[in-house]
T-cell receptor, first 118, second 112 residues
Framework: GAVVSQHPSRVICKSGTSVKIECRSL??????MFWYRQFPKQSLMLMAT?????????EQGVEKDKFLINHASLTLSTLTVTSAHPEDSSFYIC??????????????FGPGTRLTVL | SQKIEQNSEALNIQEGKTATLTCNYT??????LQWYRQDPGRGPVFLLL?????KEKRKERLKVTFDTTLKQSLFHITASQPADSATYLC???????????FGSGTRLQVQP
């Protein structure tokens, strides 16, 4: 099946620094990728849609200037948390639909990135 | 507003029994509904998708039903095993952009 990777798997940073998280589709091309955030004991919440070659679409309440998304190629989307603060500590997960499975509509999720801001 | 509820936060069952998880939604008529499994500290893994014109779908020990009148999906794991212990999430594509809106999840614990 299609594989999505994320890097890093875990990051700890100081308040005020920026952190970049990479999401890669390893064996398929993804013109669209999705970024989710999951706080402890809660479900996944969609943050934004990453579109290859165009601007990302952000969900209501998500600050686009704080969560910068770049989708420069068909296999890579990056999420940069700028000037991170402790309240940004969360589990960030990306996903991508495989164009080859578009008729099935299933999503392939990365393993997630645990961000801890001190 | 759209709402997806999984009415059991946690479910404990004995090995060999059938686990039944419920997903209810409001204010929406989805073309399909999906179920995912999530283990602690990991991303969700796709299990099953059921379309609005399908009443039931099976995959090995898994069975999903979809009642669009009741706005409810049931997810069954038969002959449950301790390895089935995980959080199970139902999800809908509410926006039509293939982005998913997830239910709150049910944490299943299968006791040996």
């Amino acid at each position: 099946g299609a594989v999505v990777s994320q890097h890093p798997s875990r990051v700890i940073c100081k308040s005020g620094t920026s952190v970049k998280i990479e999401c890669r589709s390893l064996d398929f091309q993804a013109t669209t990728m999705f970024w989710y955030r999951q706080f402890p004991k809660q479900s996944l919440m969609l943050m934004a849609t990453s579109n290859e070659g165009s601007k990302a679409t952000y969900e209501q309440g998500v600050e686009k200037d704080k969560f910068l998304i770049n989708h420069a190629s068909l296999t890579l989307s990056t999420l940069t948390v700028t000037s991170a603060h402790p309240e940004d500590s969360s589990f960030y997960i990306c996903s991508a639909p495989d164009a080859g499975t578009s008729a099935r509509n299933e999503q392939f999720f990365g393993p997630g990135t645990r961000l801890t801001v001190l | 507003s759209q709402k997806i509820e999984q009415n059991s936060e946690a479910l404990n069952i004995q090995e060999g029994k059938t686990a039944t998880l419920t997903c209810n939604y409001t204010n929406y008529s989805p073309a399909y509904l999906q179920w995912y499994r999530q283990d602690p500290g990991r991303g969700p893994v796709f299990l099953l998708l059921i379309r609005e014109n399908e009443k039931e779908k099976r995959k090995e020990r898994l069975k999903v039903t979809f009642d669009t009148t009741l706005k409810q999906s049931l997810f069954h794991i038969t002959a449950s095993q301790p390895a089935d212990s995980a959080t199970y999430l139902c999800a809908l594509d509410i926006t039509g952009r293939r982005a998913l809106t997830f239910g709150s999840g049910t944490r299943l614990q299968v006791q040996p």
